[in-house]
């Protein structure tokens, strides 16, 4: 009876099906993998203490940024130099702007510090100069950002003095020397005064630490993924067996074999109607002498 499942269109079946349902399992193992990253990643931030507690360690020391030095008060000595805004970005509710600044160290390479945050529009704002000479500054670590960070205005087209996102790949572009592959913002305003207009910009959890929304759609993905693969194996099951039925009805004689061979009495010409019989008799019938 399901000899059928041999012919060459059910081989293209099954070879879909067992490709198909592999792939799917696969898929939906890799996005259950993603989402129990994300909740151990989690998990292991809760267990830690406070970046911003640790004591404070030499920038050099703390580099690359990872998930573990993310947010830990690095020190840097050098000058200010150049100096951007960013536009764009949200603090406690309110549209504003950071002020950037490229710290020049001994080493030639230059750290960008986010000196605070204004309210309103950068273009013609009145920013609070840097501080002279050479200073020591201690921020909280951050990595570069990227197209998917908040706030990160990726389109360019920016007036000049200004940039949309806070990254190394950006910076250098601007300025003629080297730059760190991670920025610093300051827990405090800065001494003297020179800063007090601005409001300090706390620093963000890293990447991927969190139980965010992208760690939940893992979750729904997987979900989908493992439903696929039920749904393909319903649907293989569903057409094996409405094929195992028609291939039993043919052999029980409930369905002709030939599906154009017409239906209704031995003789195609027979005469339909009521009076049908009649007719057929009286054709049959001997001429009267």
């Known amino acids: 009876m399901y000899r059928f499942l041999l012919t060459p269109r059910w081989w293209g079946i099954n070879l879909f099906v067992v490709l198909a349902i592999p792939f799917c399992v696969f898929?939906?193992?890799?996005?259950?993998?993603?989402?129990?990253?994300?909740?151990?990643?989690?998990?292991?931030?809760?267990?830690?203490?406070?970046?911003?507690?640790?004591?404070?360690?030499?920038?050099?020391?703390?580099?690359?940024?990872?998930?573990?030095?993310?947010?830990?008060?690095?020190?840097a000595t050098g000058?200010?130099?150049?100096?951007?805004?960013?536009?764009?970005?949200?603090l406690d509710d309110r549209r504003g702007f950071y002020v950037l600044n490229m710290l020049r160290t001994d080493s030639g390479k230059a750290l960008p510090v986010v000196r605070g945050w204004l309210p309103g529009s950068a273009s013609g704002a009145r920013v609070p100069a840097a501080p002279e000479g050479?200073?020591?500054?201690?921020?909280?670590?951050?990595?570069?950002?990227?197209?998917?960070?908040?706030?990160?205005?990726?389109?360019?087209?920016?007036?000049?003095?200004?940039?949309?996102?806070i990254s190394a790949a950006t910076l250098v572009n601007l300025v003629p020397y080297d730059v760190y592959d991670a920025w610093v913002?300051?827990?405090?305003?800065?001494?003297?005064?020179?800063?007090?207009?601005?409001?300090?910009?706390?620093?963000a959890a890293p990447e991927g630490s969190g139980l965010d929304l992208k760690a939940f759609?893992?979750?729904?993905?997987?979900?989908?993924?493992?439903?696929?693969?039920?749904?393909?194996?319903?649907?293989?099951?569903?057409?094996?067996?409405?094929?195992?039925?028609?291939?039993?009805d043919i052999a029980l004689g409930l369905v002709p074999e030939d599906p154009a061979a017409p239906e209704g009495p031995d003789d195609p010409a027979a005469p339909e109607g009521p009076g049908a019989t009649d007719a057929e008799a009286a054709r049959k019938a001997p001429a009267a002498p």
Not at 79 to 90: C, I, S
Not at 227 to 248: D, K, P, Q, Y
């Open 185 to 203: 913002t300051l827990p405090e305003a800065e001494a003297g005064g020179t800063g007090g207009a601005m409001k300090p910009v706390p620093a």
């Open 27 to 75: 898929m939906g193992t890799w996005q259950l993998g993603r989402f129990e990253d994300r909740v151990q990643s989690h998990e292991q931030a809760e267990k830690q203490p406070d970046p911003g507690t640790r004591a404070a360690k030499p920038l050099d020391e703390l580099l690359p940024v990872d998930k573990v030095t993310s947010g830990r008060p690095a020190v």
């Open 134 to 165: 050479e200073v020591t500054v201690t921020g909280d670590l951050q990595a570069s950002e990227n197209a998917r960070s908040k706030g990160v205005n990726a389109r360019g087209g920016l007036p000049g003095g200004q940039v949309g996102m």
């Open 79 to 90: 000058t200010y130099a150049d100096q951007f805004l960013v536009p764009g970005r949200e």
């Open 217 to 248: 759609q893992n979750l729904g993905y997987t979900g989908e993924w493992f439903v696929f693969a039920g749904f393909v194996l319903f649907m293989w099951f569903r057409l094996v067996r409405r094929e195992a039925e028609a291939e039993r």
